[in-house]
């Protein structure tokens, strides 16, 4: 879905998306990022995440966004990644398809398993990592950092929206896709 032909329904499917992304995330005013850096605007994805119609529009993308390239499971840095993650295996099971979801923890539980990484994936499996909103790309790294520690093999990162602040660059050697870029919502990136 990200590069190459996209057909009609895809391409419907993606313009919905950007429309619930623009009407309910995006604010402007000022704001500290995860990153530290300062912005006038915010992408509040929780905002569309616990959203019936939007998550559904958000599955059906990860899923055309992922599905050419053959993985065990896909899944992310909490707390964002796990919404993503659910609505992305349903909808690869609507469309026939096995996947199994994941997510990484922060920080390891002092109890039960006290696992980083939730869910069934283990070493020489292939994966998808995914998140929100990528500014540095930090907290992607976590997640990849945290996967490969297991014997993964990251395949592909996806986002919804690159800030185009720095995440490509440091995602150098993965093959990074986002749906959207900052641009796509007529926003121009932060300079540093």
């Known amino acids: 879905m990200v590069e190459g032909k996209m057909d009609s329904d895809q391409e419907n499917v993606k313009q919905k998306l ?12 000022q704001f500290t990022l995860a990153s530290g850096k300062q912005s006038n605007y915010y992408i509040d994805s929780k905002r569309v995440l616990f959203n019936s119609e939007a998550i559904s529009l958000l599955g059906e993308c990860l899923y055309y966004a992922s599905v050419d390239e ?3 499971a896909l899944g992310g840095l909490e707390i964002g990644a796990i919404p993503m993650a659910t609505a992305a295996i349903m909808s690869y099971h609507r469309h026939g398809k096995m996947m199994e979801g994941f997510f990484v923890r ?3 539980k002092d109890h039960g398993t006290q696992k980083r990484v939730e869910g069934r994936i283990s070493a020489n499996d292939s994966v998808i990592i995914i998140d929100d909103v990528l500014t540095t790309g930090e907290s992607v790294i976590q997640a990849i950092t945290e996967v490969e520690k297991i014997g993964a093999k990251v395949k592909r990162v996806i986002s919804v929206v690159d800030r185009l602040q720095g995440a490509r660059e440091r995602l150098i050697g993965y093959d990074f896709r986002p749906i959207f870029t900052i641009r796509d919502f007529g926003i121009e990136p932060l300079k540093d």
Do not use: D
């Open 18 to 29: 950007k429309e619930c992304y623009a009407q309910r995330a995006i604010q402007f005013g």
């Open 70 to 72: 053959p993985v065990q």
């Open 106 to 108: 922060k920080q390891a």
